[in-house]
């Protein structure tokens, strides 16, 4: 009997690794929660990170599964008073079992037990990880409607036992996202995932380096503010002395990818968009026609775009553009 269970728990986590490979990113929390939904029976979900705070957690990215966004509102309003996520802060890393109507049992917490009925959360499991100098929480949360549907041991070992690998997982299916986003980079170019916070998922070494650079006292987690504030904005570009940022938001996410700045970074946005017609192989009369501008004030432009690139001919400024291609 243990042998068997040892058996499906392996075949679980290669079945989750293998969805990670292969599904697309807006569909592989769904997809793996379901994969779980074999092995440990739930109803709904609510899955993602936060920061502990003294007034309860302050979410930074979530994903719920069978469960609508009305919830998020609703817990808002009442996470004051839930004392099972106090209860999983105290621990770095913690699988715990609850069930509704008793652990919310304090006349205060009648707001929580009500909660409780409308969203069908009536017996949940809380997995969580935690980084004790950022408070910095990675969770998942399991619900039950039925009442009667307690968490046995059993089941809250097999959560703690398959939760490292949820989470391993998801990293690996945005890792991949990121680099199919990014699949032509030059080798000084680095790769980040961050929430919309500026908290860091994942950076690689040519990321990290590219911001100590610009910034030298720069530390992860947090992004520098001056970056998270201009992403913020709706820019998808920081242009720093030394460094380049950009940014795809994607599923409350921002996918990075960091470069030195180049001297094409200097083009205005007019310059930019002839040195590229022109590095298409149009002529003079051919940008003229396409911007409605006259040929004379586009040979200015080629003018300038070539004193600023340090270039004299269209192969110059062909290599000089692929530099900040990304």
Known sequence: MLSNAHDEFNHLLLALYRLSLECPLHQFQDEALRLVRRS?????????????????????????????????????????????????????????????????????????????????????????????????????????ASPDAHGTEQERQLLAAVAPHLRQALEHNRILHLGRLHHQLAPCAGLAIADARGILHHADSHFEDLLRAEWAHWKPPALPGVVVQHFGSGQPKFCGRLSVVSCRPERGLLFLHARPRHRADDLTPRELTVARLMAKGDTHKQVAAELGRAPATVRNHMQAIYGKLEVNSIAGLIEELRRVAA
């Open 40 to 144: 440990l029976v739930f109803d709904s979900c609510m899955w993602g990170t936060a920061t502990q705070a003294a007034t309860g957690i302050d979410i930074h990215t979530i994903h719920l599964h069978n469960q609508p966004q009305e919830m998020l509102a609703a817990y808002e309003a009442i996470k004051h008073l839930d004392t099972a996520a106090a209860e999983v802060a105290k621990f770095t890393t913690t699988t715990l079992s609850f069930h509704t109507a008793s652990c919310f049992s304090a006349r205060s917490q009648r707001a929580l037990v009500d909660y409780g009925k409308r969203f069908e959360q009536q017996n949940f499991f809380i997995s969580s990880t935690q980084n004790r100098e950022t408070r910095f929480t990675h969770w998942v949360s399991l619900f039950r």
